[in-house]
């Protein structure tokens, strides 16, 4: 049903854009002139991106600087409405997670040598030619870089340069293009705007002095890490957000509400209660349905889809008056809980999904095998009721700030939900979560654990490390950043026709990408991944060719982390990869089991993605294993020993983990 609610609402996004009047470019031309565009890239606005020329200094920030989008500098969409950048402009940096956006006419990726995703070891190389620089520490950053593969045009297309582990909160990093050739391997001089400002002095009254002065402290970090002014393309610097600019919405929220609900248990209310036969369902013994009541943040009374933050004059999120939000619930309580109490467990549903996932089977199996009640709630911003919105934002970015500030009052409510799970006056007094002799069929005397997938895993990153309660967490099929994974995902094909009739200019397509990366990292794992394990400890459980999670998103979430691959990963000459799994710590099978974050890889026989930023669409990439991996019994194993114990265990002796095709 919902795959049919999405085309229709595709159907008619697709149809409300073609009727819009589209940017001519005399008005692009006039909306870059007054928006003060980095003279370096003159043929885009925002280009190179992420850039300091788009920050001001800010003595209240933790980085000393703001984002300072004029108010024509974001690119409009079809509409021809400019783009508010208010909620830009709250950052004081870029994200940790962004990719990096060139336009180099003529440029040969092989040809120059840039380094690809299957060598990425090769970006830290003294001549690379893409130098990515932390100023702070004088430690190169590993990357890899490719061309656009959705250009349409070729004297249009993007050269992207993806951290390969996300940045350092609060960092200064310099960017160098050096030595860049063309398909003939003929050198690429410096475009004539960039060759003045890294030449010699210019006098006060040139329209360059000002940018020189600016790129100059960028320019010797580069010359002290041995980065020459010989060959070199285009270099610029920026700054990238701090831990409170990137999680202080949803912190700020969290502490609030907490603060409110004080040591009481959140306000509830269970309003349907099923017994099934062994025969209706021999996992299951009890379903149960109910309200948690959340304080609201959003703007609008109840938090309907398009919501976002009420804001204060501090521009911190505020409580809206008298406002509540009823979390609705579900929980799923297996036959095994009669015999003795089950493991709490919330679980995270998928894309743009609902709660009613909690009774999967996968969920259901997970649940009577190991003994958890898991209960789950809407993923508000990102459940089924926000499709329209999220389509929406894509033919007006005006309106995206909904989905992660709607998604941030969703995990409120899932934290909620997890403290009257565990709470000695919470759910387990109600009647419904006892047994017929009023014993207790939820153990809440050693905390509660997550488990998510898809969607789930994405976002789940991020509900873990915001948890006063949830200590463990299983990602399954995860990764982090949408801007690096929709290009990359057959989810992302209905939407992308909206982007298209939206934004037909591809090299557009990634800035606009990458500025909603900005502000969804206040609700998703790409913003809390750099302190995700302090506190807590993840399992991520990844299927080899995933065809909806790019697998190398999962791996630079890895790397960002700290989690320890579990190895064997795969069968000798499975990965393209020169050293596969560059840059991630392993975990031999001999050295389990293992206390600490760890991802382990399941391998359904799917070919290998595409090395390029397309997804794996076509008969040529097999069956797709993203369920895969939670329908292995041998995977349900590893997670709930994880869940309960800490402990990561050997569920695949000494042979790479492999898991069934499921249909």
Known sequence: MRHRLLRGLTAAALCAAAVLVPDSPAARAAGESGSGCDPLA?????????????????????????????????????????????????SDGFSPGSTLIAHVPGLDPAATGTAPLTDIGRSLAPDAPVVLLDTRTGERWPYWAEADANATDPARRALLIHPARNLRDGHHYAVALRHLKDGAGHPIPAATPFAAVAGKPLPAGDPLHTRQQRLRPALRALHRAGVRSEGLYLAWDFTVASTRSLTGDLRTVRDDAFRRLGGRSPAFAVTGVTDFTADQDPRIAREVTGRISVP????????????????????????????????????????????????????GHGLLGRRSEVGAGNVKAMAAEHDFTFCATDWIGMAEEDIPVVLGVLADPNLFPAVPER??????????????????????????????????????????????NSQGGILGGALVAASPDIRRGVLGVTGMNYGLLLNRSVDFAPF???LDAAYPDKLRQQIVLQLFQMVWDRGETDAYANHLTDRHQVLMHIAYGDHQVANAAAEVE????????????????????????????????????YRGSAMTVWDSGTPTPPLTNTPPAGPQYGHDPHADPRNSSAARQQKATFLTTGRVINVCGTTPCTAAPTS
């Open 42 to 90: 003159p043929a885009e606005c925002l280009l190179p991106f992420p850039n300091d020329w788009y920050t001001r200094p800010d003595p209240a920030t933790d980085t000393g600087r703001r984002v300072s989008f004029g108010a024509t500098t974001l690119p409009h969409a079809a509409t021809g409405r400019p783009v508010d950048p208010t909620a830009w402009n709250r």
């Open 558 to 593: 890895a790397r960002t982390i700290g989690a320890r691959l579990i190895t064997p990963a795969l069968a000798p000459g499975r990965s393209p990869d020169t050293v596969p799994y560059w840059g991630i710590g392993t975990v031999a099978a001999g050295q389990l089991p």
């Open 296 to 347: 609201g943040y959003l703007d609008l009374p109840g938090g309907p889809p398009g919501s976002v933050l009420h804001r204060g004059p501090d521009g911190l999120p505020r409580r809206l008056p008298q406002s509540t939000q009823s979390a609705m619930f579900r929980c799923e309580i297996p036959r095994s809980a009669f015999r003795a109490p089950s493991h709490p467990a919330l679980y």
């Open 496 to 498: 992308q026709q909206v």
């Open 407 to 452: 998604t941030e009052q969703g995990m409120l409510n899932a934290l909620f939900l997890a403290r009257a799970l565990i709470h000695t006056d919470g759910l387990t007094t109600d009647a419904a979560f006892r047994d017929a002799h009023g014993r207790p069929l939820v153990d809440i005397r050693h905390g509660i654990g997550y488990d998510g």
